[in-house]
């Protein structure tokens, strides 16, 4: 799919916060390092509510794996009544309307059922889910924001199964409170 061509005019961002040695989680697969307090930026932009609700308004469907979407109801669901499809092989409970759960291939997944139904997809965990989504070429977009920390060990978000791939900066945006954004669309 990625941007190399798409007859729906779908994309697929996928979009991860890591640490600055590349952790997306600790090793119990807790985030609490993400909402620790730390030094302010003041050359950093901040978003205000409006504008950031302006923004995730424009998300028309959320994926995420099953650790994800487990971690996301512990957190009380930050996702709203967005479609969200969960990629699992597991029984899991069905807590809102607004959540499906699919398996089996991505590309068709992507293909037959998401991408005619959404624009805008959002990708948003876990690792190996974004991996394997990386792994068949169906990402157009990567925003990785980075937290100002440290973790030393947990969940990478790139494993070593990837093939050395260029992505084109897009943007750099650094927040007041430290995280730096960095935007990168597919080559091609």
């Known amino acids: 799919m990625s941007s190399k061509g798409n007859a729906t005019g779908s994309r697929v961002t996928l979009h991860v916060v890591s640490s600055l040695d590349g952790f997306i989680a600790r090793k119990d697969n807790s985030v609490s390092w993400l909402h620790a307090n730390g030094s302010i930026y003041e050359a950093g932009v901040s978003i205000s509510e409006e504008e950031a609700a ?7 469907c959320y994926v995420l794996g099953s650790r994800t979407y487990e971690h996301a109801l512990e957190l009380g669901w930050p996702y709203g009544d967005t ?10 409970p069905s807590t ?5 759960f699919c398996s089996g291939d991505l590309k068709t997944l992507l293909d037959e059922k998401l991408a005619p139904r959404y624009r805008n997809i959002w990708l948003v965990g876990g690792a190996m889910l974004c991996q394997r989504f990386l792994e068949l070429g169906l990402v157009d977009e990567i925003r990785l924001t980075i937290a100002p920390v440290l973790l030393g060990d947990g969940l990478r978000l790139f ?5 050395e791939e260029r992505w084109n900066l897009k943007n750099v945006v650094a927040y007041k409170n430290g995280f730096v954004e960095l935007s990168y669309s597919a080559t091609g």
């Open 54 to 60: 302006i923004f995730v308004k424009a998300i028309d």
């Open 96 to 100: 809102r309307k607004s959540v499906e």
């Open 159 to 163: 494993g070593g199964s990837l093939t």
């Open 83 to 92: 479609p969200t499809v969960v990629v699992t092989g597991r029984k899991l």
